[in-house]
Protein backbone atom coordinates (compact mmCIF):
# COMPACT_ATOMS: atom_id res chain seq x y z
CA UNK A 1 0.00 0.00 0.00
CA UNK A 2 1.19 3.54 -0.66
CA UNK A 3 1.84 5.69 2.14
CA UNK A 4 -1.11 7.95 2.86
CA UNK A 5 -2.96 6.00 0.14
CA UNK A 6 -6.86 7.43 1.02
CA UNK A 7 -5.06 10.98 1.70
CA UNK A 8 -3.24 11.21 -1.49
CA UNK A 9 -6.48 10.24 -3.65
CA UNK A 10 -8.54 12.98 -1.14
CA UNK A 11 -5.67 15.78 -2.36
CA UNK A 12 -5.54 14.30 -6.28
CA UNK A 13 -9.63 14.31 -6.59
CA UNK A 14 -9.43 18.60 -5.08
CA UNK A 15 -6.76 18.76 -8.06
CA UNK A 16 -8.91 16.98 -10.70
CA UNK A 17 -12.66 18.28 -9.44
CA UNK A 18 -11.58 21.81 -7.47
CA UNK A 19 -8.27 23.29 -9.51
CA UNK A 20 -8.99 21.60 -12.99
CA UNK A 21 -12.71 21.08 -13.11
CA UNK A 22 -12.38 18.03 -15.16
CA UNK A 23 -15.54 17.18 -16.67
CA UNK A 24 -17.21 13.66 -17.51
CA UNK A 25 -15.50 12.40 -21.35
CA UNK A 26 -12.61 14.85 -20.81
CA UNK A 27 -9.17 13.90 -21.82
CA UNK A 28 -6.86 13.88 -18.80
CA UNK A 29 -2.73 13.57 -19.93
CA UNK A 30 -0.54 13.23 -16.86
CA UNK A 31 3.57 13.34 -18.22
CA UNK A 32 5.66 11.86 -15.93
CA UNK A 33 9.49 11.46 -16.05
CA UNK A 34 10.91 7.82 -15.23
CA UNK A 35 12.45 10.23 -11.40
CA UNK A 36 8.50 11.28 -11.07
CA UNK A 37 6.41 9.68 -8.26
CA UNK A 38 4.67 7.10 -9.68
CA UNK A 39 2.18 6.56 -6.59
CA UNK A 40 0.84 10.71 -7.56
CA UNK A 41 0.95 9.95 -11.19
CA UNK A 42 -1.08 6.78 -10.90
CA UNK A 43 -3.35 8.65 -8.03
CA UNK A 44 -4.33 11.61 -10.35
CA UNK A 45 -5.11 9.58 -13.06
CA UNK A 46 -7.43 7.38 -10.73
CA UNK A 47 -9.14 10.50 -9.73
CA UNK A 48 -9.67 11.34 -13.34
CA UNK A 49 -11.10 8.58 -13.70
CA UNK A 50 -13.30 8.73 -10.96
CA UNK A 51 -14.36 11.67 -12.13
CA UNK A 52 -15.74 10.59 -15.67
CA UNK A 53 -12.74 11.43 -17.11
CA UNK A 54 -10.34 9.50 -19.83
CA UNK A 55 -7.31 9.65 -18.44
CA UNK A 56 -3.99 8.80 -19.96
CA UNK A 57 -0.36 8.87 -18.10
CA UNK A 58 2.67 8.82 -20.77
CA UNK A 59 5.88 7.80 -19.15
CA UNK A 60 8.73 8.72 -20.41
CA UNK A 61 13.02 8.34 -19.59
CA UNK A 62 14.20 11.26 -17.84
CA UNK A 63 15.87 14.16 -19.73
CA UNK A 64 19.31 15.12 -18.48
CA UNK A 65 18.25 19.14 -18.87
CA UNK A 66 14.85 20.93 -18.74
CA UNK A 67 12.80 22.94 -20.71
CA UNK A 68 14.36 23.57 -24.48
CA UNK A 69 17.64 21.56 -23.41
CA UNK A 70 15.25 18.06 -22.76
CA UNK A 71 14.32 18.68 -26.58
CA UNK A 72 16.78 15.93 -28.27
CA UNK A 73 15.97 13.53 -25.57
CA UNK A 74 12.01 13.62 -26.05
CA UNK A 75 9.72 11.67 -27.98
CA UNK A 76 8.57 14.73 -29.41
CA UNK A 77 6.41 13.79 -32.37
CA UNK A 78 4.20 11.34 -30.30
CA UNK A 79 4.39 13.73 -27.46
CA UNK A 80 3.01 16.77 -29.51
CA UNK A 81 0.28 14.50 -31.01
CA UNK A 82 -1.28 13.37 -27.92
CA UNK A 83 -1.04 16.57 -26.02
CA UNK A 84 -2.65 18.18 -28.88
CA UNK A 85 -5.59 16.23 -28.73
CA UNK A 86 -5.97 16.22 -24.75
CA UNK A 87 -8.59 18.74 -22.07
CA UNK A 88 -6.36 18.37 -19.68
CA UNK A 89 -2.82 18.22 -19.08
CA UNK A 90 -0.67 17.75 -15.42
CA UNK A 91 2.50 17.95 -15.86
CA UNK A 92 4.71 16.00 -12.99
CA UNK A 93 7.93 15.78 -14.85
CA UNK A 94 11.17 16.10 -12.44
CA UNK A 95 13.27 17.39 -15.69
CA UNK A 96 10.20 19.72 -16.99
CA UNK A 97 8.63 19.74 -20.16
CA UNK A 98 7.44 22.91 -19.70
CA UNK A 99 9.12 25.50 -22.27
CA UNK A 100 10.48 22.63 -24.46
CA UNK A 101 9.67 22.59 -27.81
CA UNK A 102 7.02 19.90 -27.26
CA UNK A 103 5.77 22.30 -24.61
CA UNK A 104 5.71 25.43 -27.17
CA UNK A 105 4.16 23.52 -30.21
CA UNK A 106 1.28 21.45 -27.57
CA UNK A 107 0.36 25.11 -26.74
CA UNK A 108 0.49 26.61 -30.34
CA UNK A 109 -1.84 23.74 -31.62
CA UNK A 110 -4.10 23.42 -28.37
CA UNK A 111 -5.82 26.59 -27.92
CA UNK A 112 -8.23 25.32 -25.43
CA UNK A 113 -6.11 23.01 -22.97
CA UNK A 114 -5.72 23.19 -19.50
CA UNK A 115 -1.93 22.99 -18.23
CA UNK A 116 -0.57 22.69 -14.83
CA UNK A 117 2.97 21.99 -14.08
CA UNK A 118 3.71 20.22 -10.66
CA UNK A 119 7.10 19.72 -11.22
CA UNK A 120 8.44 17.30 -9.00
CA UNK A 121 5.66 16.62 -6.59
CA UNK A 122 5.58 13.74 -4.33
CA UNK A 123 3.09 12.74 -1.96
CA UNK A 124 3.80 14.22 0.80
CA UNK A 125 3.81 17.59 -0.71
CA UNK A 126 0.79 16.90 -2.27
CA UNK A 127 -1.25 16.12 0.70
CA UNK A 128 -0.07 19.16 2.47
CA UNK A 129 -0.17 21.81 -0.34
CA UNK A 130 -3.45 20.65 -1.96
CA UNK A 131 -5.42 17.85 -0.02
CA UNK A 132 -5.33 19.79 3.23
CA UNK A 133 -5.77 23.63 1.65
CA UNK A 134 -9.44 24.59 1.04
CA UNK A 135 -8.92 25.82 -2.63
CA UNK A 136 -12.15 27.89 -2.77
CA UNK A 137 -10.94 29.92 0.24
CA UNK A 138 -7.57 29.94 -0.42
CA UNK A 139 -8.35 31.66 -4.15
CA UNK A 140 -10.81 34.33 -1.95
CA UNK A 141 -7.74 34.97 -0.33
CA UNK A 142 -5.67 35.31 -2.98
CA UNK A 143 -7.73 37.58 -5.08
CA UNK A 144 -8.17 39.96 -2.25
CA UNK A 145 -4.50 40.56 -0.90
CA UNK A 146 -3.75 40.81 -5.21
CA UNK A 147 -6.46 43.47 -5.56
CA UNK A 148 -5.20 45.37 -1.74
CA UNK A 149 -1.37 45.08 -2.89
CA UNK A 150 -1.87 45.93 -6.65
CA UNK A 151 -4.33 49.25 -6.04
CA UNK A 152 -1.37 50.66 -3.91
CA UNK A 153 1.26 52.73 -5.33
CA UNK A 154 4.53 52.44 -2.59
CA UNK A 155 5.81 49.16 -0.40
CA UNK A 156 7.73 48.32 2.19
CA UNK A 157 8.90 45.06 2.89
CA UNK A 158 10.79 43.81 5.81
CA UNK A 159 11.70 40.87 7.27
CA UNK A 160 13.56 40.00 11.22
CA UNK A 161 16.09 38.69 9.29
CA UNK A 162 17.06 42.21 8.06
CA UNK A 163 15.64 42.64 4.81
CA UNK A 164 14.19 46.65 4.03
CA UNK A 165 13.21 46.97 0.98
CA UNK A 166 11.00 49.47 -0.79
CA UNK A 167 9.68 50.38 -3.94
CA UNK A 168 6.81 51.72 -6.48
CA UNK A 169 4.42 49.74 -8.15
CA UNK A 170 3.85 50.10 -11.94
CA UNK A 171 -0.09 50.94 -13.15
CA UNK A 172 0.83 48.67 -16.60
CA UNK A 173 1.94 45.45 -14.99
CA UNK A 174 0.02 42.91 -14.41
CA UNK A 175 -0.12 41.03 -10.62
CA UNK A 176 0.09 36.83 -11.41
CA UNK A 177 -2.10 35.54 -9.10
CA UNK A 178 -1.44 31.48 -9.11
CA UNK A 179 -4.97 31.46 -7.22
CA UNK A 180 -5.86 27.75 -8.23
CA UNK A 181 -7.53 28.60 -11.61
CA UNK A 182 -6.41 27.09 -14.60
CA UNK A 183 -7.69 28.92 -17.88
CA UNK A 184 -7.96 27.51 -21.34
CA UNK A 185 -4.76 27.74 -23.29
CA UNK A 186 -2.35 29.30 -20.89
CA UNK A 187 0.03 27.54 -18.09
CA UNK A 188 -0.83 27.92 -14.69
CA UNK A 189 1.15 26.57 -11.23
CA UNK A 190 0.52 25.43 -7.62
CA UNK A 191 -1.75 27.72 -5.86
CA UNK A 192 -0.39 29.74 -3.30
CA UNK A 193 1.93 32.39 -4.88
CA UNK A 194 1.14 36.42 -6.66
CA UNK A 195 4.14 37.97 -8.54
CA UNK A 196 4.65 41.02 -9.97
CA UNK A 197 7.36 43.62 -11.34
CA UNK A 198 7.81 46.93 -9.97
CA UNK A 199 9.07 49.72 -11.23
CA UNK A 200 12.57 48.36 -11.32
CA UNK A 201 14.35 51.84 -11.10
CA UNK A 202 12.47 52.56 -7.57
CA UNK A 203 13.53 49.56 -5.71
CA UNK A 204 16.22 50.26 -2.97
CA UNK A 205 17.14 48.91 0.37
CA UNK A 206 18.89 45.79 1.59
CA UNK A 207 17.71 42.12 0.84
CA UNK A 208 18.63 39.26 3.20
CA UNK A 209 17.36 35.82 1.98
CA UNK A 210 16.68 33.66 4.57
CA UNK A 211 15.12 30.83 3.29
CA UNK A 212 16.44 29.19 0.00
CA UNK A 213 18.45 30.71 -2.76
CA UNK A 214 17.89 28.47 -5.71
CA UNK A 215 20.17 28.25 -8.02
CA UNK A 216 22.57 28.09 -6.89
CA UNK A 217 22.83 27.52 -3.16
CA UNK A 218 19.51 25.87 -2.42
CA UNK A 219 19.00 25.45 1.22
CA UNK A 220 20.73 28.52 2.73
CA UNK A 221 23.01 27.34 6.16
CA UNK A 222 23.86 31.34 6.40
CA UNK A 223 21.75 34.55 4.97
CA UNK A 224 23.24 35.96 2.33
CA UNK A 225 22.80 39.88 2.32
CA UNK A 226 22.34 42.06 -0.88
CA UNK A 227 22.00 45.54 -1.38
CA UNK A 228 20.04 46.89 -3.80
CA UNK A 229 19.97 50.06 -6.10
CA UNK A 230 17.29 51.50 -8.15
CA UNK A 231 16.47 47.62 -8.72
CA UNK A 232 20.34 45.90 -9.04
CA UNK A 233 22.48 44.38 -6.65
CA UNK A 234 25.43 46.48 -6.29
CA UNK A 235 27.03 44.03 -2.83
CA UNK A 236 26.71 40.62 -1.64
CA UNK A 237 27.69 40.05 1.92
CA UNK A 238 27.44 36.62 3.85
CA UNK A 239 29.71 33.67 4.22
CA UNK A 240 30.65 31.03 2.00
CA UNK A 241 26.91 30.53 -0.28
CA UNK A 242 26.92 34.60 -0.57
CA UNK A 243 30.77 33.69 -2.45
CA UNK A 244 29.32 30.96 -4.01
CA UNK A 245 26.09 33.19 -4.99
CA UNK A 246 28.78 36.26 -6.04
CA UNK A 247 30.69 34.11 -8.20
CA UNK A 248 27.55 31.84 -10.09
CA UNK A 249 26.55 35.83 -11.00
CA UNK A 250 30.16 36.74 -12.20
CA UNK A 251 30.19 33.25 -13.95
CA UNK A 252 27.40 34.72 -16.50
CA UNK A 253 29.18 38.08 -17.92
CA UNK A 254 25.84 39.50 -17.88
CA UNK A 255 24.99 42.59 -16.59
CA UNK A 256 21.46 41.57 -16.82
CA UNK A 257 21.96 38.91 -14.37
CA UNK A 258 22.08 42.09 -11.54
CA UNK A 259 19.12 43.27 -12.28
CA UNK A 260 15.64 42.20 -10.04
CA UNK A 261 13.18 40.41 -11.69
CA UNK A 262 10.04 40.29 -9.65
CA UNK A 263 9.19 40.19 -6.51
CA UNK A 264 6.07 37.47 -4.84
CA UNK A 265 4.28 36.88 -2.26
CA UNK A 266 3.89 32.92 -0.58
CA UNK A 267 0.55 31.81 0.53
CA UNK A 268 -0.31 28.27 0.66
CA UNK A 269 -0.82 27.28 4.39
CA UNK A 270 0.70 23.63 3.36
CA UNK A 271 3.84 24.87 2.26
CA UNK A 272 7.40 24.06 4.23
CA UNK A 273 10.81 25.12 3.38
CA UNK A 274 11.74 21.94 1.69
CA UNK A 275 14.64 23.18 -0.65
CA UNK A 276 11.80 22.14 -3.63
CA UNK A 277 11.58 25.66 -5.29
CA UNK A 278 8.18 24.89 -5.78
CA UNK A 279 7.15 24.69 -2.29
CA UNK A 280 9.67 26.99 -0.99
CA UNK A 281 8.06 29.43 -2.95
CA UNK A 282 5.00 29.18 -1.62
CA UNK A 283 5.72 29.06 2.54
CA UNK A 284 2.96 31.43 3.94
CA UNK A 285 4.14 34.76 4.36
CA UNK A 286 7.52 34.39 2.77
CA UNK A 287 8.46 37.06 -0.06
CA UNK A 288 10.71 36.03 -3.10
CA UNK A 289 12.91 38.12 -5.34
CA UNK A 290 13.43 37.09 -8.49
CA UNK A 291 16.82 37.41 -9.95
CA UNK A 292 17.98 37.87 -13.78
CA UNK A 293 15.62 37.19 -16.66
CA UNK A 294 12.59 38.86 -16.91
CA UNK A 295 10.02 36.98 -18.86
CA UNK A 296 7.61 38.86 -21.33
CA UNK A 297 4.24 38.38 -19.25
CA UNK A 298 5.89 40.38 -16.03
CA UNK A 299 6.99 43.32 -17.91
CA UNK A 300 4.30 43.77 -20.53
CA UNK A 301 5.28 47.72 -21.23
CA UNK A 302 8.86 46.15 -22.44
CA UNK A 303 8.82 44.24 -25.30
CA UNK A 304 10.16 40.72 -25.43
CA UNK A 305 11.10 41.56 -21.35
CA UNK A 306 14.19 42.18 -20.16
CA UNK A 307 16.85 38.82 -21.26
CA UNK A 308 19.37 37.26 -19.06
CA UNK A 309 21.14 34.83 -19.13
CA UNK A 310 19.49 32.86 -16.69
CA UNK A 311 17.49 33.28 -13.46
CA UNK A 312 17.07 32.65 -9.58
CA UNK A 313 14.91 33.13 -6.61
CA UNK A 314 15.83 33.88 -2.74
CA UNK A 315 13.29 33.50 -0.43
CA UNK A 316 12.99 35.98 2.37
CA UNK A 317 11.23 34.49 5.18
CA UNK A 318 8.47 36.25 7.52
CA UNK A 319 8.07 39.66 5.98
CA UNK A 320 6.18 42.60 7.23
CA UNK A 321 4.53 44.35 3.75
CA UNK A 322 3.16 48.20 3.99
CA UNK A 323 0.73 49.16 1.05
CA UNK A 324 1.03 52.83 0.60
CA UNK A 325 1.83 52.98 4.93
CA UNK A 326 -0.69 50.50 6.00
CA UNK A 327 0.75 47.47 7.38
CA UNK A 328 -1.11 44.66 6.36
CA UNK A 329 1.60 41.35 6.99
CA UNK A 330 3.75 41.63 10.29
CA UNK A 331 6.38 39.04 10.58
CA UNK A 332 4.29 36.74 8.15
CA UNK A 333 1.03 37.19 10.10
CA UNK A 334 -1.65 38.80 7.71
CA UNK A 335 -2.60 41.99 10.31
CA UNK A 336 -4.97 44.29 7.89
CA UNK A 337 -7.56 44.69 6.82
CA UNK A 338 -10.10 42.68 8.71
CA UNK A 339 -11.58 40.78 5.66
CA UNK A 340 -8.14 39.37 4.86
CA UNK A 341 -7.42 38.60 8.42
CA UNK A 342 -10.55 36.67 8.97
CA UNK A 343 -9.62 34.52 5.45
CA UNK A 344 -6.22 34.01 7.06
CA UNK A 345 -7.89 32.53 10.18
CA UNK A 346 -10.08 29.94 8.07
CA UNK A 347 -6.99 29.03 6.34
CA UNK A 348 -5.61 27.90 9.16
CA UNK A 349 -2.78 30.34 9.80
CA UNK A 350 -3.49 32.63 12.20
FE1 LIG B 1 11.49 33.82 -10.27
Known amino acids: MV ?8 AAQRLINEILGVQEGEIVCVTADTSSNQAVANTIAAAAFAAGAKPMTIWTPTPLGVGKAADSMLPEDSLVGALSNCDVWIEINQQWLLYSTTFDKTMASNKDIRYINLVGMNPDMMIRTIGRVD ?199 VVYPEKLVELAKKLGTL
Open 3 to 10: QYEFELFH
Open 135 to 333: ILLLREFLDLVTEITSSGKHIRVTTPAGTDLEFENHPDREFINHSGIVPKGTYEMLPGQVSWTPKLETINGTMVIDGTLTPPCGHLEEPVKLTIEKGRVVKIEGGMQAEQFRKWLESFDDENMYQLAHISYGFNPGARLSGDIVEDERVWGATEWGIGNIGPRLVPDIPGGVPAASHCDGINLNSSVWVDGKQILDRGK
